[in-house]
């Protein structure tokens, strides 16, 4: 058979083989490869009625590239291209047609990877890999180098902020909280632009301001009183509606600007001064001058005054932080300076030696067992000193001991006594206030009370006794020769 023959019988059998898939076509629904772009396919399927000579070719916008031994060969293929696109991180979609259908044709027969390969190049013919300006996934504008798209995006962002100021008059400065982002992505060419033109046509766009005709021009508002893009209608909604009815507009706006500006989120930020207190510390200074337990300030502690300034951020008038930037230090704050005690208390034991139980400066205003004027009877001697001083005057323990007495008493009036070793024990009447209770263990010099004038008496003074074994004996024998303010 010679190859004209041959080639006259495949044409029948590929008549017959048209008929049939122009009846399985009607039934059959055309796949999408993209959610952006259509692609209808066309394949003449069935392998038993094909013969095995005859392949699938494969076209792009009905140029035949290749072709493909079946139709799981072709559906291979387009997956294939499509995870060439998603790895690739093709922004935009081919609006190339790509078909299939079996006829004969002198294309180079290829495996779905290589058929893939073909169609990837194919699509790709207009495509650059260049720095996709973003905000929250809303594709803005590309720019050929990534120090270009550095670029646009600062003046974005200046924009942003300079309209907000203009806005609020209170805001010191604005912090734009969700920002733009710069990724390397594959997308036509034509969408490629230089800074100067992608800004333009993002931002104010003066042309825009000064059309006449208040519908052609649109005037997107962020949240709040931003205004960021100022778009023409056809440019920014137009596109979205239906692409093909709008005729290609010079600036690529096929991204959601309603979405893209509420999507913009921002800070002001206000800087105000506040007069503050600067709070005084306590510095605690340990002393041998008290005992343990007691405590004395020695320097009052002073709250110090700053001016300080902070930076107030507002999110939709709602105070979100507030961060100190300088403190002016107007007054210091004074430290306060505690005493606390470190020395033990002396012994309560008796040291067997008395010391004046007053260190006031004091007189004796009446001696041991000498007569009152007047009383001259037997029983009726004086069984103490009498030591004078004024009213309120500290009393001190002659010598440590026990308090056996605290109380009122008669003619005695508030009276302490104290029990020492060896049957002494010392007596303080016509006290003004008891300090100490029964029981209580006190030291040689401890304060027990003050003088006073309860019980019977003439004016303020202690009527101090000394007893052994209930004896009262001449206190001057046991109390130093010198008064306390004499050595
Ligand atoms: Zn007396």
Request: hydrophobic share 40%.
């Amino acid at each position: 058979m010679d190859f004209r023959a041959i080639l006259e019988k495949l044409n029948k059998k590929l008549n017959v083989a048209r008929s049939f898939v122009s009846k399985v076509m009607k039934k059959r629904h055309a796949r999408t490869i993209a959610a952006a772009s259509v692609i209808a396919i066309l394949f003449a399927s069935s392998a038993t009625i094909v013969s095995a000579s005859a392949s699938g070719v494969v076209y792009i916008d009905g140029e035949a590239v290749c072709k493909v031994e079946s139709q799981a060969e072709f559906d291979r293929a387009l997956a294939i291209l499509e995870k060439l696109h998603v790895e690739n991180g093709v922004s935009d979609r081919t609006d190339k047609k790509i078909t299939c259908s079996f006829t004969l044709s002198t294309v180079e027969k290829v495996s779905a990877s290589e058929c893939a390969d073909i169609l990837y190049k194919e699509c790709m013919r207009d495509y650059v890999r260049a720095y996709c300006i973003s905000m929250k996934g809303i594709e803005i504008g590309f720019c050929a180098t990534y120090s270009e798209a550095e670029q646009v995006v600062e003046h974005f962002r200046e924009h942003i902020i300079d309209s907000v100021l203009e806005n609020d008059s209170v805001a010191d400065f604005v912090e734009l909280t969700t920002d733009f982002s710069i990724d390397s992505k594959i997308c036509r060419s034509d969408r490629v632009k230089v800074p100067e033109t992608l800004c333009r046509t993002v931002l104010n766009i003066d042309d825009h301001d000064k059309t006449e005709d208040g519908e052609s021009s649109n005037r997107v508002t962020a949240s709040g009183a931003l205004d960021f893009l100022y778009v023409d209608k056809n440019f920014a909604f137009g596109m979205l509606k239906n692409e093909a009815e709008v005729e290609l507009p010079k600036f690529d706006f096929s991204f959601n600007l309603g979405q893209l500006n509420s999507s913009i989120e921002f800070k002001t930020c206000v800087i105000e001064t506040y007069s503050e207190i600067i709070p005084f510390e306590t510095i605690t200074v340990e002393t041998d001058e008290l005992y343990v337990g007691q405590s004395e300030i020695q320097v009052q502690g002073e709250n110090g005054i700053a001016d300080n300034e902070y930076e107030i951020a507002y999110i939709d008038g709602v105070e979100v932080s507030k961060t100190l930037i300088s403190s002016n230090v107007i007054s210091e704050p004074i430290a306060c300076v505690k005493l606390v005690g470190t020395k033990n208390y002396p012994s309560t034991a008796p040291t067997g030696s008395f010391m004046w139980p007053v260190l006031d400066r004091f007189v004796i205003t009446s001696g041991f067992g000498v007569n009152r004027e007047g009383l001259d009877d037997a029983g009726t001697y004086h069984k103490a000193i009498d030591i004078a001083a004024a009213r309120g005057t500290s009393l001190y323990a002659a010598d440590g001991g026990v308090v056996t007495f605290a109380s009122y008493s008669g003619t005695y009036g508030l009276i302490v006594k104290i029990t020492h070793e060896n049957g002494v024990e010392t007596r303080y009447a016509h006290m003004d206030r008891i300090d100490v209770k029964v029981g209580d263990r006190v030291y040689k010099g401890q304060m027990i009370g003050t003088m006073g004038i309860t019980g019977r008496v003439t004016g303020p003074h202690v009527h101090f006794e000394v007893r052994i074994n209930g004896n009262p004996v001449n206190p001057r024998n046991y109390l130093p020769s010198d008064k306390p303010w004499e050595n």
